[in-house]
Antibody
């Protein structure tokens, strides 16, 4: 069955870096766009970044552009989010999610991973 | 950036009642409007995509309607498991954005 498992979260100081991973199973990343969505404590959902199925087209929220990089390793069927220059306001649960349908621009999120907590604190 | 405004922020209802949730976009998103349900401690779950298409396994009591800038999620008769937070999301253009959410709580 389709499954997404995030890892790599933790506690990090402001200005430092962290890399999140999302291991995908039950489907191939080369067929689907993939996204990162985050949720700050007690807050709503915020879309963070996307990599389209072709692997070449990437999009970012203004709040993370220039600091975060989305990528994938097709040999490992794993999605990544490299987070640099972390800020306190980046504290959140980070979810990876698959686009709703293969190929094309079907940018709804289904399924979602269970999330990984990132805490930025001095 | 397209801003999605959900109302009300909190909806207090009893099981068996009808729930009507609103999502308004700051500009037209055509029919590219999606709804999710989130329960405490869980990841969100896709309910409806492109205004009115129920996701796999979603009960028929959930329905969506609207176009352009005004959209509605209706739960025809609330079941105990439906009390949760609901978010809308557009996929009309980059960046993708979510509404602030509506919490459906037990009255």
């Amino acid at each position: 069955q389709v499954q997404l498992v995030e890892s790599g979260g933790g506690v990090v100081q402001p200005g430092r870096s962290l890399r999140l991973s999302c291991a995908a199973s039950g489907f191939t990343l080369t067929n689907y766009g993939m996204h990162w969505v985050r949720q700050a404590p007690g807050k709503g959902l915020e879309w963070v970044a996307a990599i389209l199925y072709d692997g070449n087209n990437k999009h970012y929220a203004d709040s993370v552009r220039g600091r975060f990089t989305i990528s994938r390793d097709t040999s490992k069927n794993t999605l990544y989010l490299q987070m640099n220059s972390l800020r306190i306001e980046d504290t959140a649960v980070y979810y990876c999610a698959r686009a709703g349908r293969h190929h094309g621009d079907f940018h709804w999120f289904d399924p979602w991973g269970q999330g990984t907590q990132v805490t930025v604190s001095s | 950036e397209i801003v999605l405004t959900q109302s009300p922020a909190i909806l207090s209802l009893s099981p068996g009642e009808r729930a009507t949730l609103s999502c308004r976009a700051s500009q037209s998103v055509s029919s590219y409007l999606v709804w999710y349900q989130q329960k405490p401690g869980q990841a969100p779950r896709l309910l409806i995509y492109d205004v009115s298409n129920r996701a796999t396994g979603i009960p028929a009591r959930f329905s969506g309607s609207g176009s352009g800038t005004d959209f509605t999620l209706t739960i025809s008769s609330l079941e105990p498991e439906d009390f949760a937070v609901y978010y809308c999301q557009h996929r009309s253009s980059w960046p993708l954005t979510f509404g602030g959410g509506t919490k459906v709580e037990i009255k």
